[in-house]
């Protein structure tokens, strides 16, 4: 598993370019603004909601609980005389992205100005006050929800597109 947020994967499929674009539309609806989940929904969805195009497609699951480090996945398709092959991309949104540098950016600059009351108390040998490390904890705890969150939705899409391209993963 990558540490960071991200996935680049490229597949390698027998299929058509044609067949692999068909297979996605069949799992892929229009994205909607609002969608209703869990009781009030009739769960009559696809599961997937995006765009396909000629050659690509930029889609994310539809889930019915909340995930803001769900990945935005963008593919692309090349087709050569022996086999297809699918480039895919897996990112966080760039919403999240942005917010997430300057939450850790405003978390790391905290945790300059601790740095001299951390001297202070191992110079008095005094008992580590907790409120102290806050800010580093809030910096582990948010990087490894991130990370965790996102290759949990993540590996479920890349064991989907595995079955649908009924692909070989190259490396």
Request: charged share 25%; net charge neutral; proline share 3%.
């Amino acid at each position: 598993m990558n540490i960071l947020p991200y996935e680049n994967l490229t597949y390698k499929t027998h299929l058509s370019k044609d067949e692999i674009l068909k297979r996605v539309r069949n799992e892929t609806e229009p994205k909607q603004w609002i969608r209703m989940t869990g009781i009030f929904s009739s769960g009559n969805h696809k599961a997937y909601e995006g765009v396909v195009n000629e050659n690509s497609f930029k889609i994310s699951r539809i889930i019915s609980y909340r995930n803001s480090f769900l990945p935005r996945i963008e593919g692309k398709i090349e087709e050569n005389k022996e086999s297809t092959l699918i480039h895919i991309k897996m990112r966080l949104h760039t919403f999240v992205i942005v917010f997430l540098a300057i939450w850790l950016s405003f978390m790391f600059v905290a945790t300059l100005f601790l740095i001299p009351i951390f001297r202070q108390e191992m110079e008095n040998q005094s008992i580590f006050n907790l409120a102290s490390f806050t800010p580093f904890l809030m910096i582990l705890i948010i990087s490894v929800v991130t990370v965790l969150a996102f290759h949990y939705e993540g590996n479920k899409s890349k064991i989907f597109f595995e079955n649908i391209f009924e692909v070989e993963k190259e490396d």
